[in-house]
């Protein structure tokens, strides 16, 4: 069981707008910036949101990012059949560990 | 631009270890440091550990300390990650990632393309 803890699955349809959430405590989130990323099948995580609300050049400004208290919610507007991915919300812990949720997976219907 | 290119896939028995490696490539190498992490089929993303490249220190999550080490070689820009002990649960896909900082600024980008390790007797 993750330490940050997503919800396993989320679905939404096409141009609808889905929040994924992720909640930690006071030693990750709590203290530290969250980041979040997508892993569609068969390909390597990419950084979607960092530092809390920051988006990497070529990321669409659907995807958004925030941070209150101890969690943190990715939210994607506009829903396209190209978001159907897993998600994973990440941050540091001050016990000097990286740490990952346990994943949310987006389906499109 | 910043690419991270990981050795091929591997088969290993039960007990045997396995190395998996990670080439830098478009940045200096020594300048930031490498996390190494997993995900087995049906889990999610694992944190294993990090490695600085310029002093060669390491750390390593609670969960891998004594079967884990991450070690490096600069003249070849150079990652490499080796598990030991190898059990079927160590089945996986590893990945390396180069990390900006560490608090705040840890969030591990580019990642590498992913290698699989499958653990089979």
């Known amino acids: 069981q993750s330490v940050l803890t997503q919800p396993p699955s989320a679905s939404g349809t096409p141009g609808q707008r889905v929040t994924i959430s992720c909640s930690g405590s006071s030693s990750n989130i709590g203290s530290n910036t969250v980041h979040w990323y997508q892993q569609l099948p068969g390909a390597a995580p990419k950084l979607l949101i960092y530092?809390?609300?920051q988006r990497p050049s070529g990321v669409p400004d659907r995807f958004s990012g925030s941070k209150s208290g101890t969690s943190a919610s990715l939210a994607i507007s506009g829903l396209q059949s190209e978001d159907e991915a897993d998600y994973y919300c990440?941050?540091?812990?001050?016990?000097?560990?990286?740490?990952f949720g346990g994943g949310t997976k987006l389906t499109v219907l | 631009q910043v690419q991270l290119v990981q050795s091929g896939a591997e088969v290993k028995k039960p007990g045997a270890s396995v190395k998996v490696s990670c080439k830098a490539s478009?940045?200096?190498?020594?300048?930031?440091?490498i996390n190494w992490v997993r995900r087995a089929t049906g889990q999610g993303l694992e944190w294993m550990g990090w490695?600085?490249?310029?002093?060669?220190?390491?750390g390593y999550a609670q969960k891998f300390q004594g079967r884990v080490t991450m070690t490096r070689n600069t003249s070849i820009s150079t990652a490499y990650m080796e598990l030991s002990s190898l059990t079927s649960e160590d089945t996986a896909v590893y990945y390396c990632a180069r990390v900006q900082g560490y608090s705040s600024a840890w969030y591990p980008d580019p990642w590498g393309q992913g290698t699989l390790v499958t653990v089979s007797s």
């Open positions: 478009g940045y200096t190498f020594s300048s930031y440091d």
């Open positions: 990440a941050a540091w812990d001050d016990s000097l560990n990286g740490l």
């Open positions: 490695m600085n490249p310029n002093s060669g220190n390491t």
């Open positions: 530092t809390n609300n």
